[in-house]
């Protein structure tokens, strides 16, 4: 799972961008496949955001930087809106006026999920040498991963990212 990408990092946005991103993941990706609970995951990114960056988690690192990654892919898959249909002009992603508050510091979906990837082993390495609760949270970010991929292919393969989640489903019962 913990393939590395050869898109090159996306920086950490700033908060008015992920919590942009959050609520198109939020949006149009949980309801459905519902992995994350929205006040729960709205609460580690506030505490994400209120540490220096040495002291975030990989967990939190990763879980958001993957959602960051899923919104961002909604973003750039989305079809224009019947106000931009009517008006006649060119709306094309290069074009600057196309969805122009998050066009300056957007990064493409396979920066973010580079950025979740790099966290990825630490923070199972954390999970799987607790007390084995943390195997829902690791069947969280193999799915979430999976949503990703669903979207757009990523290696090692939606197959197999499927299959690891089903392993770890089974194992929990």
């Given amino acids: 799972l913990q393939t590395r990408s050869m898109m090159k990092c996306a920086a950490f946005p700033d908060r008015d961008l992920a919590e942009k991103l959050a609520n198109l993941y939020f949006e149009h990706a949980n309801p459905q496949m519902p992995i994350l609970h929205r006040a729960d995951f709205m ?14 988690s990989p967990r ?35 074009s600057s006026s196309k969805r122009p508050r998050l ?16 966290h990825l082993e630490s923070f199972l390495g954390n999970t799987a040498s607790g007390d084995g609760s943390g195997a829902l949270e690791e069947l969280q970010a193999v799915l979430l991963l999976a949503s990703f991929a669903l979207l757009r292919p990523v290696a090692p393969g939606l197959w197999y990212i499927v299959g690891v989640a089903m392993r770890l489903a089974v194992d929990l019962g």
């Fill in 43 to 56: 609460e580690m990114l506030d505490r994400t955001y209120s540490l220096d960056e040495k002291n975030r």
């Fill in 103 to 118: 066009s300056s510091h957007q990064h493409q979906p396979e920066e973010y999920h580079a950025s979740a990837i790099i």
């Fill in 60 to 94: 939190s690192l990763y879980i958001l930087n993957i959602v960051f990654a899923i919104g961002a892919g909604i973003i750039f898959e989305d079809k224009p809106s019947s106000d931009e249909k009517q008006d006649g002009r060119d709306h094309s992603p290069s």
